[in-house]
C-alpha cells in the first residue's frame, strides 16, 4: 500500500514502510553498460559493414573497439544500472591523452564524438559519483584515415613511387645510352673531321714544302732555256720538265687553296668580266691541242656581250679543269662544245656555261660522286688517266664561292655535259670587295707581288750589302750564287742567326722566308722594324704562303715587298733595285732639299725619333766647330758604328758630312731670312772661318752665298 510517497510492506512480524525521497542514492559498484552505437545517427549492426567497413564485431556492450570511417561521426548510448531515480544520475567521459574528466548534463545518457585525427584512442565512462573502478566503462575507438592515406594507400604510393622511380632510372639509362651513342658519333665524326683535318693539313705542308724545291727547278729552267749555246733535243727535254715542273706547281696550288677553302680563308675578288670574251680567250688555248687530236672543238653563245662579277682567277681555273677532263676523256675524233646562256631560275638570272664532250661518259651511281674530294671514277679511260681527284671538288667548291651551282648530266658512250650557273648579280659583294681593297691600299703603301718582267741592271750596285735569310740551303745558296754577282750578299740559315747579322753589319736590305726553325719571318721583321739599329733597313719577305691574309700578315710586321715562291729571278731583281733606288732618291733629297729632313724620308717612327735626336743634338751645338761622332752617338745611345751605319743607312752620308749639310742647311734658312751676314752666319753655324763657308757652301748648293741670297 501507498500513501503521500511512502511505499508500505506487511510482513508476519512488522510492517516496512519506505520513503523514496529520503531514500540515499548511492551509485557506488554501478555497473554501466552501453545500450546503442550510431554512425551518423544510424544504430549500428553488429557485424555489418558501413561504407564498406565492419564498425563492430561483438554485440554492443560487449564491443571493445569500434571503427570510425574518415569524416563520420560517432555517437555512443550509455546507462547504469540504478533504478532509484535515474534521472539524476551523471556522468563524465575523458578520450585519448586528455587526462581530466568531463561532466555532462544530468540525464544525459549520450556521447557524440565528432571527426577526430585518424589514430587510435581510449574512452573511458563512468557514473560522476563513483569511486570504483568497476563503474567505469572503457572502449577503444579506431579512427580510420581517409582513404588516401589508408595502409593500402601508401602501399599502392609505395608501389607507384617505384614503378615511377623504375621508369626514370629506365628513362635516364636509355638517355645515357643515347648519349654515349651520341657522344660516340660525335667523336668518331670529330676524329674523321680531324683525320681529314689533318690529311688537309698534311697535303697543304707538303704542297707548301714544294713551292720552294719548284723554284730551284723553274727558275734555272727557265734561265737555262734562254742559253742559246744548247741544243734544240737538250731544249725540248728541258720544256719538257719546266711542263712537268709548273704542272705540279698547278697541283700544289689547287691543294693550298683547298686548305684555304677548308679554313674559310679564300674570298672571292668580284670584278665585272665581259664573260664571253673570257671564257672565248680561255678556250683558245686548247686549240692547238683540239687541232693535234683532230677533235671538233667550238664555241657558241646565244648573245653578244654581257659583264657579270667574278674572280678571274677562280673561274679561269673552273674552265681550265674543266676543259682539261673534256680533252682527257674525249677519244680521237670526237666533239667538245662550250655553249654560253642566260638562264632564269627562282626570279634569279644566271649566266649558264656549259661545257659537253663525247666519250665514255660516267655510270649513273658516279654522277653523285664525282665532285667528292680525292674521289675518282674506276673505269678503263680512269685508269689511262690518273689523277688526284681534287680537281672538280675544287671546282664545285669555286663555283659556290660564286654564291652559282654546278650540275652534271651523262649518257654513257654519248656525251657528259656539266653546267654551271654563275648570277648575273652578286648581293653587296663588289661593294665589300671595293671597300677591302682600297681599305689595304689606304693602309699598305707597299707592294705586293708575285711575278714579274726581266730587268737589265746597268748601273753598280756591289756595294750595297743584301742579307738573305733562308732555313732551306739549296735555295739560299741558289738566292746567294745569282745576286752575288751585282751585290755584296750576305747569308743566315735563321731567323736568330739573322738578326743578330742584321744587328751587326746593319746590311742595306733584307730577304728573309716566313716558315724557319726559332724565329719566323713574320717575327724577324717586327724586331727589325721595332729596333732603333735596323729600323731602316728595307724588308723582303720571300715565302711559300701564297693568301691575301698571309701578305698583309706581312706588311703589317713592317715587310716593303711581299713575295711568292716560286719566284722569278728577274723580278725579284727589280723589286730589289726598287727599293735601293728608293733609298738612292732619298739620298739625293738630303743633298739637294734645303729642308732638315725631307718630307716622307722616314719610314718608321723609330727612324723618326732617331733623327730627331740627332736633329735636336746638332742644332744645339751648331755653333760647335769641333762636334765630334762620339758625342753624337752619346746622344742617341748607340755605338760609334752603330750610330754611323745609321746615318749612312738613312741619308747616304757620313755622319761628318751629314753634319757639314745640316750646318748648310741652317746658313741656307739664315740667309733666306736676311738677318745677318754671310760673316755672321758662318760662325753661327759652326764654320772656323768664313771663307771656309763659302767654299763647303759653293761645293754644297752650287752657288756662293751671295748668289744664293740673290736668287732667293
Keep these: 500500500m501507498s500513501s503521500g510517497g511512502l511505499v508500505c510492506f506487511s510482513t508476519n512480524e512488522s510492517l516496512v514502510i519506505i520513503n523514496p525521497d529520503s531514500a540515499d542514492i548511492n551509485n557506488q559498484g554501478t555497473p554501466l553498460f552501453f545500450t546503442d552505437i550510431k554512425i551518423d545517427n544510424k544504430t549500428v549492426i553488429p557485424h555489418e559493414k558501413y561504407t564498406g567497413i565492419r564498425i563492430i564485431n561483438a554485440a554492443i556492450n560487449e564491443c571493445e573497439t569500434i571503427k570510425v570511417p574518415s569524416n563520420h561521426t560517432l555517437s555512443i548510448e550509455f546507462a547504469a544500472l540504478n533504478f532509484l531515480a535515474p534521472e539524476r544520475i551523471t556522468y563524465k567521459y575523458k578520450i585519448g591523452s586528455h587526462n581530466e574528466w568531463i561532466l555532462l548534463n544530468p540525464g544525459q545518457r549520450s556521447l557524440t564524438l565528432p571527426n577526430m585525427s585518424p589514430g587510435e584512442y581510449i574512452l573511458s565512462i563512468r557514473v560522476a559519483n563513483s569511486v570504483e573502478d568497476s563503474s567505469i566503462r572503457n572502449v577503444r575507438i579506431n579512427y580510420l584515415p581517409p582513404l588516401w ?39 668518331e665524326i670529330k676524329k674523321l673531321e680531324e683525320l681529314d683535318k689533318m690529311k688537309t693539313e698534311f697535303f697543304s705542308n707538303i704542297s707548301h714544302e714544294f713551292r720552294t724545291p719548284l723554284s730551284l727547278i723553274i727558275n734555272p729552267l727557265e734561265r737555262l732555256l734562254k742559253e742559246e749555246d744548247i741544243s734544240i733535243k737538250d731544249k725540248e727535254k728541258m720544256k ?19 686548305s684555304k677553302i677548308e679554313k674559310k680563308l679564300l674570298i672571292p675578288e668580284f670584278q665585272l668580266i665581259e664573260i664571253v670574251s673570257f671564257v672565248e680567250e680561255a678556250c683558245h688555248l686548247f686549240n692547238n691541242l683540239a687541232d693535234s687530236m683532230n677533235l671538233d672543238f667550238k664555241i657558241s653563245c646565244s648573245f653578244e656581250r654581257i659583264e657579270i662579277p667574278i674572280d678571274k682567277g677562280m673561274i679561269e681555273k673552273v674552265i681550265f679543269n674543266l676543259l682539261s677532263n673534256a680533252f682527257k676523256y674525249t677519244s680521237a675524233n670526237g666533239m667538245i662544245m662550250v655553249n654560253i646562256a642566260k638562264s632564269q631560275e627562282d626570279e634569279k638570272e644566271y649566266v649558264k656555261l656549259s661545257i659537253i664532250n663525247t666519250g665514255e661518259g660516267i655510270e649513273k651511281e658516279f654522277l653523285n660522286k664525282i665532285f667528292d674530294r680525292y674521289y675518282q671514277v674506276n673505269n678503263i679511260q680512269n685508269r689511262n688517266f690518273e689523277g688526284t681527284g681534287i680537281g672538280l671538288a675544287l671546282v664545285k667548291s669555286f663555283v659556290e664561292l660564286h654564291n652559282g651551282k654546278i650540275e652534271v648530266k ?14 648575273v648579280i652578286q648581293d653587296k659583294c663588289i661593294a665589300a670587295n671595293e671597300v677591302t681593297s682600297t681599305t689595304i691600299h689606304k693602309k699598305f703603301k707597299n707592294v705586293i707581288v708575285s711575278q714579274g ?11 750595297y750589302r743584301l742579307l738573305i735569310i733562308e732555313d732551306e740551303e739549296d735555295i739560299r745558296n741558289y738566292i746567294c750564287e745569282e745576286l752575288s754577282s751585282d751585290f755584296n750578299v750576305l747569308s743566315a740559315n735563321n731567323g736568330e742567326e739573322g738578326l743578330n747579322m742584321a744587328n751587326k753589319v746593319i746590311p742595306d736590305l733584307i730577304i728573309t722566308d716566313v716558315i724557319m726553325p726559332g724565329l719566323s719571318g713574320y717575327e724577324l721583321c717586327r724586331r727589325l722594324k721595332n729596333q732603333m739599329v735596323t729600323s731602316h733597313i728595307p724588308v723582303l719577305i720571300l715565302s711559300a704562303k701564297t693568301s691575301v691574309e698571309n701578305q698583309i700578315e706581312g706588311l703589317e710586321m713592317g715587310a716593303d715587298v711581299y713575295m711568292i715562291k716560286p719566284f722569278n729571278l728577274d723580278h725579284l731583281k727589280a723589286q730589289i733595285l726598287r727599293l735601293i733606288s728608293f733609298k738612292e732618291a732619298n739620298y739625293s733629297r738630303y743633298i739637294k732639299e734645303t729642308a732638315l729632313i725631307p ?10 725619333e732617331f733623327m730627331q735626336k740627332v736633329m735636336t743634338f746638332i742644332e744645339k751645338n751648331l755653333t760647335n766647330s769641333d762636334l765630334s761622332v762620339d758625342q753624337l752617338a752619346n746622344c742617341v745611345s748607340l755605338s760609334k758604328v752603330q750610330t754611323y751605319r745609321k746615318i749612312k743607312a738613312i741619308s747616304g752620308l757620313s755622319i761628318v758630312e751629314f ?53 732667293k
Design 149 to 187: 592515406r589508408s595502409k593500402i594507400a601508401y602501399l599502392v604510393y609505395v608501389i607507384v613511387f617505384l614503378i615511377l622511380l623504375l621508369t626514370y632510372r629506365r628513362l635516364i639509362i636509355q638517355k645515357v645510352l643515347q648519349r654515349s651513342i651520341i657522344e660516340k658519333e660525335r667523336f
Design 599 to 608: 718630307p716622307g724620308a722616314l719610314n718608321t717612327k723609330l727612324d723618326e
Design 410 to 423: 651523262s649518257e654513257p658512250n654519248i656525251e657528259t655535259c656539266f653546267d654551271i650557273y654563275l648570277p
Design 659 to 711: 753634319i757639314r749639310t745640316i750646318r748648310l742647311k741652317k746658313a741656307a734658312n739664315m740667309i733666306r731670312e736676311g738677318r745677318l751676314n754671310f760673316s755672321e752666319i758662318a760662325f753661327e753655324t759652326g764654320f772656323s772661318t768664313p771663307s771656309y763657308f763659302s767654299k763647303c757652301f759653293h761645293d754644297h748648293f752650287g752657288k756662293t752665298p751671295s748668289e744664293f741670297a740673290s736668287e
Design 240 to 258: 719538257l720538265i719546266l711542263k712537268s715542273s709548273k704542272r705540279l706547281l698547278k697541283l700544289t696550288n689547287e691543294l693550298m687553296d683547298f
Design 453 to 463: 718582267d726581266k730587268i737589265q741592271i746597268s748601273r753598280t750596285t756591289s756595294h
